[in-house]
Structures are given as structure tokens and as C-alpha cells.
T-cell receptor
């Protein structure tokens, strides 16, 4: 079955530090890959996505590149801010059952805290 | 994209009672989903609710406990029945948006924070 593995948290960084959150996946076929962010007390927001190999998703200074050869989709940001403190979820979307159904599979989430 | 609203945003309920959560989308969508997020955990899919058909439940979730309605393409409800403290979670509505003939992206509502005493 499909699975997503992301680095364990929590991660604590100082403001303006470089961020990497690792994400690897296992899936059949050609999944789409996503990063969602959950700010304290809120629902999930789509941060970025990539739908095929070598695509780079980007938003709000965050980037992630779909690497099929390493089955990875690591999230990066060059300079984090206090407002980036949140839980980040890596996810993949792939078809299953062959009947037009699909499934979104989540990683366990990584909590990021950015301190001034 | 899709804009999703949920009601209520939070509630505190007594053991043994039921709560119905509403989900409204700003556009017509075929596929709607209900998730549960227990404290400090990732999301778990409860069921898929497509308009015009019975909801499909994931392993560990049953219709008697989590009945779902999907009366049209923009609205759904999830009821948490006969609640116990173990049902204290965030419940999230989600929709699938189709592009190029396939489901492209899934969007989430703000969630309903349920505490059962």
C-alpha cells in the first residue's frame, strides 16, 4: 500500500534559519505530492503541490521538488519566520482500486517552532 | 480551489449525546470526505461521501456511530453519535477538486473541535 514517512519532530529553529523537513514515500504508479500546513487552532491549508517527477512546488518561500528516483519530496525554506510555526504534513494522492477512486495518504506531521 | 466552511467550529458535549457537524462548499464537488484528527496526531479518514450514493466507511468506522448525509453537491453532515471522551478530536471536512479528468487536489475545512466530557 501507499505510505508517507516524514521526519520526526518537533523541530525548533531560530528566526532566519534554513529549514528542511524530509519526506519520502512509497506508492504504485505516479502519485501527486503535497505539503499541507496546520497553524495552531486551524484546519489544514494546502501549502504546495507537485504532480509529476521533477516538478517543483513553491509558495510563501517554501519549495519542494518531486524526486522520483529517490521517492522524496523534501520541504525547504531559506529563512524561516516566527509566523511559520505550525505542523507540516506531507501527503500523496494516488489512484487505487482501479475504479476511479483515489486516496490521500498523510505522513505523521512535523511540528515546527521558530523562536525569535 | 474550494472554500469550505464548517459549523460548529467547536463544541463541548456530554457523554452519550450526539453532535451533527455541517460542511458547506462554495462550489459543486463530487467527492467529499470526513477526517478525524486526534490530539497531536495525523489525519484519519472516516468516510467518503459522494452525492447520490451511500457513504463509504474506512476500517474502524461504522455508519451507526458516524452517520453521514450528502443531500447535494455543496453540503454534507457528519453526526458523532453516543459520544464518549474518546471521540474528542478535530473533525475535518474535505473536498476533492478535479482537473484534467482526474482528482487533482484535496482541500480542507477549518475543522470542528469537539470535546466530550
Amino acid at each position: 500500500g501507499n505510505s508517507v514517512t516524514q521526519m520526526e519532530g518537533p523541530v525548533t529553529l531560530s528566526e532566519e534559519a534554513f529549514l528542511t523537513i524530509n519526506c519520502t514515500y512509497t506508492a504504485t504508479g505516479y502519485p501527486s505530492l503535497f505539503w499541507y500546513v496546520q497553524y495552531p487552532g486551524e484546519g489544514l491549508q494546502l501549502l504546495l503541490k507537485a504532480t509529476k517527477a521533477d516538478d517543483k512546488g513553491s509558495n510563501k518561500g517554501f519549495e519542494a521538488t518531486y524526486r522520483k528516483e529517490t521517492t522524496s519530496f523534501h520541504l525547504e525554506k531559506g529563512s524561516v519566520q516566527v509566523s511559520d510555526s505550525a505542523v507540516y504534513f506531507c501527503a500523496l494522492l494516488s489512484a487505487y482500486s482501479g475504479a476511479g477512486s483515489y486516496q490521500l495518504t498523510f505522513g505523521k506531521g512535523t511540528k515546527l517552532s521558530v523562536i525569535p | 480551489s474550494a472554500v469550505i466552511s464548517q459549523k460548529p467550529s467547536r463544541d463541548i458535549c456530554q457523554r452519550g449525546t450526539s453532535l451533527t457537524i455541517q460542511c458547506q462548499v462554495d462550489s459543486q464537488v463530487t467527492m467529499m470526505f470526513w477526517y478525524r484528527q486526534q490530539p497531536g496526531q495525523s489525519l484519519t479518514l472516516i468516510a467518503t461521501a459522494n452525492q447520490g450514493s451511500e457513504a463509504t466507511y474506512e476500517s474502524g468506522f461504522v455508519i451507526d456511530k458516524f452517520p453521514i448525509s450528502r443531500p447535494n453537491l455543496t453540503f454534507s453532515t457528519l453526526t458523532v453519535s453516543n459520544m464518549s471522551p474518546e471521540d474528542s478530536s478535530i473533525y475535518l471536512c474535505s473536498v476533492g477538486v478535479v482537473a484534467s479528468g482526474r482528482t487533482d487536489t484535496q482541500y480542507f475545512g477549518p475543522g470542528t473541535r469537539l470535546t466530550v466530557l
